[in-house]
């Protein structure tokens, strides 16, 4: 059974980067995309953007300037940064795995546990 | 980007009634539409994938219909557990992979 373990710090000050890691344990590490989304207070669910084993990466236009997702495909992690942070980027974040099957269907199955990153001065 | 609206955001629903779920794509997206549960405090919980096929362990009275722009979620017969929000989700062409807005399913 494939399980996401995330951690990272949970209080920021604006301008300051977020770091967030995510470690998969069981199954596949390399047959797979692995994506961020987040999700604001009461609000809906953002993706944030995907990676690889090999490191490739996409990225969501909208944050795509602050935003860097690096693998380390021999720790089975996957980590996100965000640069430049402000009280808007406040958000539950997910890490989650991209399923894509033969047939053409897809989605996220499983996801971590969630981490609530709040950005305050 | 494709936008995905979902309607209504509210939806009042009694116990054993059923419950119909909307999600419309601001293009055609074919089937490629996915729905999810959200429980407060938890991770979304895949549903439905390839707009109408159910994943696995998720219950008969769940399920979904659509192509193209639109799409539907329904609940046959309301049970307790099932009191959520629900999100639907496109997969046709990304970046990004793009989110409805939600619906909350509550207790009439």
């Known amino acids: 059974q494939v399980q996401l373990q995330q951690w990272g710090a949970g209080l920021l000050k604006p301008s300051e980067t977020l770091s967030l890691t995510c470690a998969v344990s069981?199954?596949?590490?390399?047959?797979?995309?692995w994506s961020w989304i987040r999700q604001p207070p009461g609000k809906g669910l953002e993706w944030i953007g995907e990676?690889?084993?090999?490191?490739?990466?996409s990225y969501n236009p909208s944050l795509k300037s602050r935003v860097t997702i690096s693998v380390d495909t021999s720790k089975r992690q996957f980590s996100l940064r965000l640069g430049s942070v402000t009280a808007a980027d406040t958000a539950v974040y997910y890490c989650?795995?991209?399923?894509?099957?033969?047939?053409?269907?897809?989605?996220?199955?499983?996801w971590g546990q969630g981490t609530l990153v709040t950005v305050s001065s | 980007e494709i936008v995905m609206t979902q309607s209504p955001a509210t939806l009042s629903v009694s116990p054993g009634e059923r419950a119909t779920l909307s999600c419309r794509a601001s293009?055609?997206?074919?089937?490629?539409l996915a729905w999810y549960q959200q429980k407060p405090g938890q991770a979304p919980r895949l549903l439905i994938s390839?707009?109408?096929t159910r994943a696995t362990g998720i219950p008969a009275r769940f399920s979904g219909s659509g192509s193209g722009t639109e799409f539907t979620l329904t609940i046959s017969s309301l049970q307790s557990e099932d009191f959520a929000v629900y999100y639907c989700?496109?997969?046709?062409?990304?970046?990004?992979?793009?989110f409805g807005g939600g619906t909350k399913v509550e207790i009439k």
């Open positions: 989650a795995r991209w399923v894509s099957t033969f047939g053409g269907l897809r989605w996220f199955d499983p």
């Open positions: 069981g199954g596949s590490f390399s047959d797979y995309y």
């Open positions: 990676i690889n084993h090999s490191g490739s990466t």
């Open positions: 293009q055609s997206i074919s089937s490629n």
């Open positions: 390839g707009a109408s």
């Open positions: 989700q496109q997969y046709n062409k990304w970046p990004p992979l793009t």
